[in-house]
């Protein structure tokens, strides 16, 4: 209701402030304290993880930071392991790491841009290819050894030593390679996803204005979409090698070794892992605790190189987005 003033009658009547509307009403002290309870209950979850992952590191770190030395690092194990270092499980694991990378890398990034830019969400053929990949992330990673060991070393390696060596057990055996292609498909879900991911952030008017020019599909992947993607790709390769470099339970039927002071020199040869190792010494030794400063030294090394390889990813992603702005 207005309110005429009698003392300006050539200013309009003033309106009083209507109420506030019922829709903002100001929220209720157990609305208030529940939001709070919410934040410090996710806060601390935080925090606790935090805490674990630091408490964790720190003693693995007092534990062999003193025993990693340049002689630890390059020289076989001795004296029934508990003695020498850890050289030839250095190079094993990274010559699986490489090639674990050959030949899981272009199939993983091949499939990705199959599903991204042939088949699409909604095609029978890709919603297939989906599925299989979401059941392989899912399957426990002993089962990818146990299918190593039957498919690659028994039926493929078997089957090559009856038509190439008559008979003679040469690649039918437990060896680098096959441990090299047990990871990679362990690893494929993750390559796929994260490439398949990096593909679809790339805005479709790119693809759209290099078709309209006359560009073919292909040459639009190759010139267009790829390097777009590259961090992307780059970034999804790394970090699914890094998630291979350090499992273990595939590569106990299909190529580690024991104890085995040389390096490998075929594609046939067995081979030492880091993780492989910490395995043993904290299980199979005769002395653990005279082990303990090489468990926890080894454990260190393979931290690192894990963690080398995600900081290269995440260094490459920032130059190369770095790059793509200028």
Request: hydrophobic content about 50%; glycine content about 10%; cysteine-free.
């Amino acid at each position: 209701m207005s309110v005429a003033n009698p003392a300006l009658p050539g200013i309009a009547a003033i309106e009083p402030p209507s109420p506030a509307p019922s829709g903002l009403s100001v929220p209720r002290p157990s609305k208030v304290w529940m939001g709070r309870l919410v934040a410090i209950l996710t806060g601390g979850s935080a925090f606790l993880t935090i805490a674990a992952l630091l408490w964790i590191l720190g003693t693995i770190a007092l534990g062999g930071a003193g025993h990693v030395t340049w002689a630890f690092l390059t020289q076989a194990p001795s004296e029934g392991m508990t003695g020498g270092g850890i050289f030839p499980a250095i190079v094993g694991t990274f010559f699986l790491v490489i090639l674990m990378s050959i030949a899981g890398v272009p199939i993983g990034t091949i499939t990705a841009i199959y599903l991204t830019e042939y088949v699409g969400q909604r095609h029978p053929i890709g919603r297939t290819i989906r599925f299989a990949v979401n059941t392989l992330s899912g399957i426990p990673s002993i089962v990818f050894g146990l299918f190593g060991l039957g498919f690659f070393i028994q039926f493929l390696g078997g089957g090559m030593d009856k038509v190439m060596n008559h008979g003679e057990l040469y690649w039918g055996q437990p060896s680098i390679l096959w441990a090299s292609l047990t990871m990679a498909f362990l690893t494929l879900p993750v390559m796929i996803v994260s490439v398949e991911e990096a593909l679809r952030n790339v805005p479709r008017e790119l693809r759209e204005a290099s078709l309209a020019l006359g560009a073919t599909k292909l040459e639009t992947i190759r010139k267009v979409v790829l390097p777009q993607s590259a961090s992307g790709i780059l970034t999804g390769g790394i970090l699914a090698v890094s998630r291979g470099a350090g499992e273990v339970a595939p590569i106990l039927f299909t190529g580690a070794a024991y104890f085995l002071p040389h390096l490998p020199t075929s594609l046939n040869n067995q081979f030492m892992h880091l993780g492989y190792h910490i395995y043993i010494m904290s299980t199979q030794s005769p002395d653990v605790d005279a082990t303990r400063p090489i468990q926890f030294a080894t454990t260190l090394v393979l931290l690192a190189l894990t963690f080398s390889l995600n900081f290269i990813a995440i260094f490459l992603r920032w130059h190369m987005r770095r790059k793509a702005i200028r």
